[in-house]
């Protein structure tokens, strides 16, 4: 049996506000992408909990059905554990969707550091004060 576990109320794990410098998008990259492994792998514990959930409910309905009780109880137990087959069902599509989603993000960083890494050690290292970006598309 698992229980829920509350969650600090801070909402996005990378809050996308205006900071668009290259370590500060590097560091919501970097989050995003963390947050994203977490959420897969928290994903994957629920989809196995709701999958075994199911396996015993069938047991159960099983039993229900040896003890030669109601066999609405059968019915209805049967049907609980068809739906937590379908819902783990579900979860492991989130699952993936949030694997993919994490993968696609360590991509992103990867690529970002790729193009902006070295522009911004030589902007980073300058003593001289530099344009912004988008400063000359005025």
């Known amino acids: ?12 794990p990378a809050p996308a ?3 668009n410098r290259y370590k500060a998008v ?12 977490d959420a897969t792998l928290e ?13 015993r409910t069938e047991d159960v309905a099983r039993d229900i ?4 009780l109601d066999r609405r109880f059968v019915e ?22 949030a694997q993919e989603t994490a993968d696609l993000t ?3 960083r990867r690529t970002h550091s790729t ?11 300058r003593r001289e004060k530099t344009p912004s970006p988008g400063f000359f598309d005025r």
Do not use: F
């Open 26 to 37: 590097q560091a919501k990259l970097r989050k995003l992408g963390a947050a994203m492994d």
């Open 65 to 68: 059905e040896n003890a030669g």
């Open 1 to 12: 049996m698992s229980d829920l576990v509350r969650r600090p109320a801070g909402g996005a």
């Open 115 to 125: 193009l902006y890494g070295a522009l911004d050690d030589i902007r980073s290292n």
């Open 106 to 108: 360590h991509q992103s």
């Open 43 to 55: 994903l994957e514990g629920l989809r196995r909990s709701m999958q075994a959930n199911a396996t």
């Open 76 to 97: 209805v137990t049967n049907l609980v554990s068809v739906a937590l087959g379908g819902a783990a069902v579900e979860v492991r599509r989130l699952c993936d969707t």
């Open 17 to 19: 506000d205006g900071d």
